[in-house]
């Protein structure tokens, strides 16, 4: 990944946003992130197909509102359910029910085929709506909105060093390939090209381990004790309290909408 | 004359113990003085700034610093806030998202609140022309905006001595002379380890020469 690819640092540079004056683009990150929360809380919680499909309907708004790419959106998507597949194809035969067809002498159950759409339906909404609300996060934004969250300072350290160095570590990477293929190192299935790619991560893992202990010497000589002050303290505004409002009411009319069919 | 502010007496360190890097070396920096430390690679500059601050320790010898031994963790501390060592390569020092966090994690370790860290951290990145600099984000900054970075980072504890890794590895003619400028208007005292005589010349200083191990003026 080279410093262009990676854009402007968002989560996911396929991702940065069509116009960047989107209007859930100016949302504070801690909300983006609750609100996230409670969409997937309550999709997952739905089992009726209309709200199901209004949950859908709500999160290609907000992907209309983040002004997401539509390909790459797409394409995010397709992944989604490919990686989903079997466990969709299987779900027919492995729930018993009113046998729809047989194949092979396997009976595949209405049953099984409702709950599989069902799972689809909800792990494309939900997905969709994570690609809205956290996707077009610049990282560092996402790390600091995670801090003011309450999450544990480690795994939120743990999550801004490795943004932070995740990409030295890949250039260090691809410094050595290269200097690999100016040796004439062409991969074939042999002992030596399995022995050099040993040598290769290893040689990553020790540069990587060296660097670590470095940047601990450096931060050590600006006084660090174990203990991390955070500095950015960003305030939520009054657009804020009306997202927060308006989706929370959505959410809720869901849920009335769940109970009520 | 006045105790100096930083000493090595005496000191022998080795990475191997039947290979001392350095093997009885005695030096000394008081205030105001500013000396280049010269010498091939792997000769043991950048080992000596780091028994200096206590990152490393040595194996025989002592380390006095404003006016005191130092030998333990604890002893280090504080002279770590009074002697800024700038690193070898930026990237190894610059590890805060942005830059403005990046210049006031020492001050925020000193002690200093929020507004006076906040402060601190703007009046730095105006001294050293960085203006504006607070929000960029600190991977993305080219290697000499890199390295101007790393310094006001060190810069912002207000250090008495600034010891100096190679601080012009790297730089273009505009930033070399950037840093030329910046570095001759500090009156702090220094220590630097370069290769580089353009630097040494520019910044006017005495030279000594790190061989076998040990100082030489000569």
């Known amino acids: ?261 | 004359m006045t105790s100096p502010l930083l000493e090595l007496r005496g000191v022998r360190f080795a990475y191997f113990h039947d290979r001392p890097v350095l093997d009885g070396v005695d030096l000394a920096l008081h205030a105001g003085e500013r000396i280049a430390l010269c010498g091939a690679n792997g000769s043991g500059k950048t080992s000596l700034l780091h028994l200096l601050v206590g990152l490393i320790h040595p194996e025989a010898g002592a380390v006095h610093a404003f006016g005191q031994p130092r030998q333990s963790e604890h002893d280090f501390r504080p002279v770590r806030a009074r002697a800024g060592l700038l690193f070898q390569d930026p990237d190894d020092q610059l590890f805060c998202p942005t830059v403005a966090e990046d210049v006031a994690f020492g001050p925020l370790n000193l002690g200093l609140g929020h507004d006076e860290a906040a402060y601190r951290v703007e009046q730095t990145l105006n001294a050293l022309g960085l203006h504006g600099y607070g929000e960029r984000i600190t991977w993305q900054l080219s290697g000499g905006e890199k390295r101007l970075v790393s310094l006001a980072a060190v810069l912002a504890m207000e250090p008495e001595v600034l010891l100096l890794d190679e601080p012009s590895n790297g730089l273009d003619e505009a930033a070399f002379a950037r840093l030329v400028a910046i570095l001759n208007g500090l009156d702090q005292a220094m220590l630097l380890v370069s290769h580089d005589a353009r630097l040494i010349e520019a910044l006017g200083m005495r030279r000594v020469w790190l061989r076998a191990g040990r100082i030489e003026t000569q």
């Open chain 1, 1 to 261: 990944m080279s410093r262009g690819e990676r854009g402007q640092g968002a989560l996911w540079s396929g991702l940065a946003p069509v116009r960047p004056d989107a209007p859930l683009l100016a949302l504070d990150a801690r909300l983006r992130i609750l609100a996230l929360g409670a969409f997937a809380l309550v999709a997952v919680g739905l089992g009726h197909w209309p709200p199901l499909l209004a949950t859908l309907l709500l999160a290609s708004a907000l992907a209309l509102a983040a002004a997401l790419p539509l390909r790459a959106t797409l394409k995010a998507l397709l992944v989604l359910d490919g990686f989903m597949l079997a466990a969709l194809l299987l779900l027919p035969f492995t729930l018993p029910g009113t046998p729809l067809f047989t194949l092979f002498g396997l009976p595949a159950s209405v049953e099984g085929l409702h709950r599989a759409l069902l799972i689809a339906l909800k792990a494309n909404a939900v997905l969709l709506a994570a690609l809205a609300l956290v996707g077009s996060l610049e990282t560092v934004a996402l790390g600091h909105a995670l801090h003011h969250l309450r999450l544990p300072d480690k795994l939120v350290q743990l999550f801004l060093f490795s943004v932070r160095y995740l990409d030295l570590i890949q250039r260090e990477y691809a410094r050595l390939r290269l200097a690999m293929r100016a040796r004439a190192f062409v991969p074939r299935s042999n002992l030596h090209t399995w022995r050099s790619y040993g040598y290769l991560f290893g040689m990553l893992l020790v540069r990587a381990l060296a660097r670590a202990e470095r940047i601990q010497a450096a931060m050590r000589c600006r006084g660090f004790d174990g203990h991390y002050h955070h500095f950015r303290h960003p305030p939520a505004g009054a657009h804020d309290l009306q997202f927060a409002l308006l989706f929370g009411a959505t959410l809720g009319a869901l849920l009335a909408w769940e109970l009520l069919v």
